[in-house]
């Protein structure tokens, strides 16, 4: 099997700082791409950034200028570096990834969500 594991997350400032990480393992033959959702009370999920293999990024409109996903495909990793938050960013924030496992079947994983809440 495969699990993601959040951490990071807290309460902040406004116009603060966190790092959130990502950590995939288990059974793990390689790993497409990875991402990082929100979702705030009453909305529905929504994608903040996404990152490939090989670094390229995509985020959402929102994050840009503020947010910075990377990952460490040694560690099977990935980051997201958010600053000048916001109390809209507020959010329990996903992680995502597209993994191969040993048996050659790619499917979509979730880890279990880690709350981010700002403060005005």
């Known amino acids: 099997q495969v699990q993601l594991v959040e951490s990071g997350g807290g309460l902040v400032q406004t116009g603060g700082s966190l790092r959130l990480s990502c950590a995939a393992s288990?059974?793990?033959?390689?790993?497409?791409?990875m991402g990082w959702y929100r979702q705030a009370p009453g909305n529905e999920r929504e994608l903040v950034a996404t990152?490939?293999?090989?670094?390229?990024?995509n985020y959402a409109d929102s994050a840009k200028g503020r947010f910075t996903i990377s990952r460490d495909n040694a560690k099977n990793t990935v980051y997201l570096q958010m600053n000048s938050l916001k109390p809209e960013d507020t959010a329990v924030y996903y992680c995502?990834?597209?993994?191969?496992?040993?048996?050659?079947?790619?499917?979509?994983?979730w880890g279990q969500g880690t709350q981010v809440t700002v403060s005005s």
């Open positions: 995502n990834g597209r993994i191969v496992v040993l048996s050659g079947t790619r499917n979509n994983y």
């Open positions: 288990g059974m793990i033959f390689s790993i497409d791409d």
């Open positions: 990152i490939t293999r090989r670094g390229f990024t």
